[in-house]
């Protein structure tokens, strides 16, 4: 299933190695103004190549709007959209074929449908989450105009691990390194941990941070499209996600009820809490407090090196997967991780529109 | 938004002291034996009042179906169902309706809809789950009737660690003590915790964790719907929910590449993964697998003591909850999990149907 | 599939012949003062037994509420239903159970769902609309607020035909006689051919004109979902409706473009049409003038007479229905047009406010 | 809303005078032969130009399929595609820009968007349904493998009326005149009918006429999604539609229920039923029979004269559209109806799949 959001709603197509990656925007509101550069700048946060710590593979990933945007202001209907697949060598997964990768989508893919598209994952390829970013990036324009700001970061790298609140970091920062981590020390030695598992011919994993500030109280549909669980949703739908947390997350479930309650306080801005072990989202509904949460990135799973595996005809096989891949995908992610709050974000806003007569 | 699923869809309905608590389970399909004493079975292992961890609530919570059986059989028709409320003390609210209870969904409420059944949570209230755990417990004899069983159990209570993994345990012996820990040596320091924060009137957090076994390879939607994300959504959604990770998880991302894949084996009964770290799901495809994962349940927000809090009108105030309340929410949220991930898996199980020509 | 609307949703359940009928309403917005006799109101318009042209059966039809209304205020929870099914004659039945009764829906629920319920018709009676009619209800009386007022009147029965346009028709009369049409001379004509079709045993069909007045021009969401498209679909759903049109409908294709289009003229209200060919609906959005329509209701496939048919052995057969019968279904189904004409533009209402920034 | 369908569903974008048209197919399962050049066939069939009863605009309109499909066989991932707008006369259009056409949607997207694309009407325009025709064909494809035909066919035009009915008439002769009209007498009357229409710079609408044979018995979602409310409801959604009648329709209302009802007979391939009041579809479900209706297409708005009308800012005006339009739209709706149509069956077509055990 290919659509994402209610009102608001992405539907995306492509393959890594078809034509082109797109989608349809619809149910953006109209009278939008839409900057183009700002969605081509996402892009390019997205985009191979950019450092010596990603892929040397050149992806120019140039939107195209096919539709939806008039005088460049959104019109109320449907934002088609259109990245072309360029520099694709196809020549380098003929050897895949006939094999399944170890922990990719090649074995339960054939299973699912009975055909697959081998050319560098198919609809399984992380190219896929270009759509998103071009989605995301028309929705945090709508946001920006609520004054509301969604940063993303890389908090882990294997073991290297940002140890510090994102309340002490400056996050405007993040992308002065290009691991993304707003901490220049750790993200020196994240870069060096990236380096070596590179040497190595492996991969490695981690932690993205994602932070929201300016969401109003109100936001979130209970009982089941809770507002974490929906944001959950999203980054469980990201490639390569293993586990999401909010607030407090799974260390917070170590306190007594009596140290992990938020206690309210009247201020001069209204109510406020003293302490946001909520995640800024209490009963499933925004509480006006800053909305932070944790991805938990596995491993990439394609290895320059020789592994065990089978073939489709169910024998022993080595896999030996050439060409230019990332060790680490977190640097990468941090924008697909901000694009897919952002759609949550977009589509909850226009449904508390609708929460009261 | 109260419908969850896209073609087996519960859709539920009902506050905490309104007269039932019930739900219309569309897309069942038909020619399914159901048993209603399974179902109350289920409900029963969540009903309050079970042990002496658990609230002296007594509720009664008996099903009644209301539609879509027929001489024992589903018809393909929606079925629909209603759970009386029961021994509700209403008058125990009165004294919190101008006030805003920490870290509840009483203020985020009353900011998205400007009006809130303040008694007993009204619609953010746990009693909610009895819908859940009634569409599951029929989810649950569809899916049996494909030999898929589905079993979660309480891994962890504060900071007492259930250590094993769920391989090494027997599942069926979950139910042998109060807690729902498959470990009664663990268990028993679980009850301990959990008595001592009953004693200091306080609560307590904690991990669930849940399996399934017997789902064939090919169930999952990507890109968005992914077998994990639906899970992740579901079970996000359950109250008191603050993380969800899945196979290797948050830990598995300290792991390099080569040590996280999951090395594909042929075998007698078709092709197999020498280890697990992927959770039974691969591209957000079920490989045939185990399915586990855990849940970060934080402590419930009741305490039957003081704390500061602001009032409606946004003046400080003191709140003093009294009642009977669970300590923890651990033992009880067992079956809605177990309910949960069944609503997803039979959902799954038809859209499966629908892969191929 | 038993849920309609969008944001504004109705989820039905029940059979005839079962415990109740009832539904869930998701979606509407909080802060609805709900007057319930209105609801019980509209339900006895649609209960049998109200005259002597209609079914002797005397169904009580009581609406029980069950969630979602607070002091009388919807609380922007679901708003659970249920009407208990009392006085059926299960008995009628049974020896309908092995036969498959001409154009009725027999034969393709055993086709399609392998099972059937055959007292009463099961899902397939038109009891089944009384989840309509308490939803449409509650939906109508959001509309009233917003100054938007539903008539629906009966315009044809058999070839007795109303030849006035509803502009030329006191539509607040409609319910003085038992036939409800809005023209007393034409009513008794029409009544006279109900008489005579049930001295006959037989049955008779007809048409029903819907006419709303109050809705502002923007509300309807091309391309798929038109308002036009919306409110057909949701006739199309009553039972018995083999045809739909709106505006000039099906006679106005033999007009030429310049007969039929609807010349704007500026007012001191805005911008008015001249005509109304186009129904109050342009490219699927209101335009602000009334939105009117027909609905086409075949006679009831239920005789009180000896009809040819086959059994489920695929055996001729001959089937005798006993029992009490509408000889004509169209006075009891003006409020069923009303429900579901309402329940599309309240959903249209709150759709149309995230059109634009 | 820009999505139609539940399973096999299709998305749209694109303006008239936009980059292009498309969408994205979303459900069609995996394994399916593509044939490119039956869907370019169909579109040939749609495009303008291919008459002289039609306009004149030469638009190629080639598919382009961007991703989904591999090796000529559909892989379950979405099928992107698209059709470049070319040979589009913009500057047509600039006088528009502040007048409100009578009869068409300029002024109700003013009101519901408060912005317009007004070149060609934008979204409103009947090039949209370019991507119903593409996401159709491909319908057809899968449908046509189970032994399901779709044939649409121009019935009336204004008054001049084929009084035939379907079963007398050779559907497969349709193409062979340029009215699509498969009585050659009648298609000559027709075809003067539009040529006086042209003649005088004015329009003519009529009925065309939809008849599907092959569909087994059991599809069909009751209670809301009846097939032929599905099916209503994809009529409706097109360009200049204003009724929709299965079955018997509108006249079939004026008979007796014991002379409409279809007798059920046995017959050496199963149930069959004597006559076909029904259309096919019982309940909302089909029997097995051919499934018929007929769809009231109004005359186009777009005159090439001088109409009355009001500016955008309220005055009094008058247009006069230039450039090169159809007198009559039914002949290039023929495949229009026919893709819609197909979108519904193939959706409940997967439907079918899930409703038994």
Known sequence: MNS???IFRLTSFGESHGVAIGGVIDGCPAGLKIDIKLIQADLDRRKPGQSHITTSRQESDCVEILSGIFNGVTTGTPIGFMIKNKDQHSGDYSNLKDLYRPSHADFTYDQKYGVRDYRG????????????????????????GLGIKIQAFVSRVGEIELEKSYRDLDLDSTESNIVRCPDSETAGRMIQRIE???????????????????????????????LHADLGFAMLGINAVKGFEYGSGFEGTKLSGSQHNDIFIPTGEGIKTLTNHSGGVQGGISNGEDIYWKVAFKPIATLLKEQNTVDVHGNEAVVNVQGRHDPCVLPRAVPIVEAMAALVLADHCLLSRVSKL
Chains 1, 2, 3, 4 share one sequence.
């Open 4 to 6: 994402f959001g209610k």
């Open 121 to 144: 994952g198919g609809r399984s390829s992380a190219r896929e989450t270009i759509a998103r970013v071009v989605a995301g990036s028309v929705a945090k324009q709508m946001l920006a």
């Open 196 to 226: 070596e598992a590179g040497r190595n011919h492996d991969t490695v994993g981690g932690v993205i941070t994602g932070v929201v500030s300016g969401v109003p109280a109100g936001w979130g549909e209970p009982v089941f499209n809770k």
